[in-house]
């Protein structure tokens, strides 16, 4: 599923501003500022010897003014004055959502029952590695993707796009998607059977079960009236390493890739039509629902 496509480029956005913003605020604290105060000094240079010369003339002044007068001279203009205050607060949000904590809407239902249309979600940033921010470059090896997780990609067909998915292979597995029932590495998941869910918007019921990845429990979706094969798979990279039947498919996963399915299985375009997940295109794990506008008890963590 698509993840804030309209702000595609928010990470670029913001990392021209840190530096622009951070430019105009090292300026000043190392050269406009210390223009200012020399041009004060001057100004209040001159005040001191004309209020010495009408004292020495014995006319009484008002000194009152020596601070008001230090204090224009001191001041910031408007446009950086804002630009000197945005720049942390600007720095510490580029800082945050590229190495710790990123925040994404989920806007379709493939990941439905687990994650929700609307759920606003964070991403761990760091949990699979520390990846340059812009260009997304690993440059420190932490942990891999492992099977059961909600990870956030870039599409492998539009890197622009960030897409959430499950993962359900990682490099070197031989994943089969037999008759709507995942076999990974020649041993069938577990299913166990949950009431059916209703979809309020469409008032439709699908079926639902528990499925167990890995050690990784968490609700499934199957609509009946959906096919078990996959429908005009596209001619994706490296598909040779997949074959398709009428019960489903067989795919081995190549060396630093990773196979991807949506939860609402019979509604999520995913690995099984656009093909692998390439480990530079990952952006991180998916983990808590920390708002819901719609729905407020979403808010929690979610395998």
Same mark, same amino acid.
């Given at each position: #599923?698509?993840?804030?496509? !309209? $702000?595609? %480029?928010?990470?670029?956005?913001?990392?021209? @501003?840190? &530096?622009?913003?951070?430019? +105009?605020?090292?300026?000043?604290?190392?050269?406009?500022?210390?223009?200012?105060?020399?041009?004060?000094?001057?100004?209040?240079?001159?005040?001191?010897?004309?209020?010495?010369?009408?004292?020495?003339?014995?006319?009484?002044?008002?000194?009152?003014?020596?601070?008001?007068?230090?204090?224009?001279?001191?001041?910031?203009?408007?446009?950086?004055?804002?630009?000197?205050?945005?720049?942390?607060?600007?720095?510490?949000?580029?800082?945050?959502?590229?190495?710790?904590?990123?925040?994404?809407?989920?806007?379709?239902?493939?990941?439905?029952?687990?994650? #929700?249309?609307?759920?606003? !979600? $964070?991403? %761990?940033?760091?949990?699979?590695?520390?990846? @340059?921010? &812009?260009?997304?470059?690993? +440059?420190?090896?932490?942990?891999?993707?492992?099977?059961?997780?909600?990870?956030?990609?870039?599409?492998?067909?539009?890197?622009?796009?960030?897409?959430?998915?499950?993962?359900?292979?990682?490099?070197?597995?031989?994943?089969?998607?037999?008759?709507?029932?995942?076999?990974?590495?020649?041993?069938?998941?577990?299913?166990?059977?949950?009431?059916?869910?209703?979809?309020?918007?469409?008032?439709?019921?699908?079926?639902?079960?528990?499925?167990?990845?890995?050690?990784?429990?968490?609700?499934?979706?199957?609509?009946?009236?959906?096919?078990?094969?996959?429908?005009?798979?596209?001619?994706?990279?490296? %598909?040779?390493?997949?074959?398709?039947?009428?019960?489903?498919?067989?795919?081995?996963?190549?060396?630093?890739?990773?196979?991807?399915?949506?939860?609402?299985?019979?509604?999520?375009?995913?690995?099984?039509?656009?093909?692998?997940?390439?480990?530079?295109?990952?952006?991180?794990?998916?983990?808590?629902?920390?708002?819901?506008?719609?729905?407020?008890?979403?808010?929690?963590?979610?395998?």
């Amino acid at each position: #599923m698509s993840l804030q496509s !309209i $702000l595609g %480029n928010f990470a670029l956005i913001l990392f021209i @501003l840190t &530096i622009a913003t951070g430019i +105009i605020w090292f300026l000043d604290v190392f050269h406009f500022s210390r223009l200012r105060r020399a041009r004060a000094n001057q100004a209040l240079a001159e005040f001191d010897a004309r209020h010495a010369k009408l004292k020495a003339d014995g006319i009484k002044v008002d000194d009152s003014g020596r601070h008001r007068l230090e204090a224009e001279m001191l001041k910031q203009p408007t446009w950086i004055e804002y630009s000197g205050s945005f720049f942390p607060v600007i720095a510490l949000v580029f800082f945050l959502r590229s190495f710790l904590y990123e925040p994404f809407k989920i806007p379709s239902s493939s990941m439905v029952p687990t994650l #929700m249309i609307g759920d606003l !979600i $964070l991403v %761990n940033k760091y949990t699979y590695g520390i990846r @340059l921010p &812009i260009i997304n470059k690993k +440059i420190i090896q932490l942990n891999d993707p492992q099977r059961g997780d909600v990870m956030v990609f870039k599409f492998p067909k539009d890197p622009s796009l960030d897409y959430i998915k499950r993962v359900v292979g990682v490099p070197g597995d031989k994943i089969t998607y037999k008759n709507k029932r995942l076999i990974v590495n020649g041993k069938e998941l577990s299913y166990q059977p949950l009431p059916d869910y209703l979809d309020e918007e469409h008032l439709t019921y699908s079926k639902q079960y528990l499925e167990n990845l890995s050690g990784i429990t968490h609700k499934i979706l199957n609509d009946e009236r959906a096919p078990a094969y996959v429908q005009n798979p596209d001619p994706f990279p490296m %598909n040779e390493a997949c074959s398709y039947n009428v019960e489903g498919f067989t795919c081995t996963v190549p060396a630093g890739h990773y196979f991807m399915m949506g939860d609402n299985r019979d509604n999520s375009l995913d690995s099984r039509y656009w093909g692998f997940v390439p480990d530079q295109y990952i952006v991180g794990k998916a983990f808590f629902v920390w708002m819901n506008f719609g729905n407020i008890k979403r808010i929690g963590g979610f395998q």
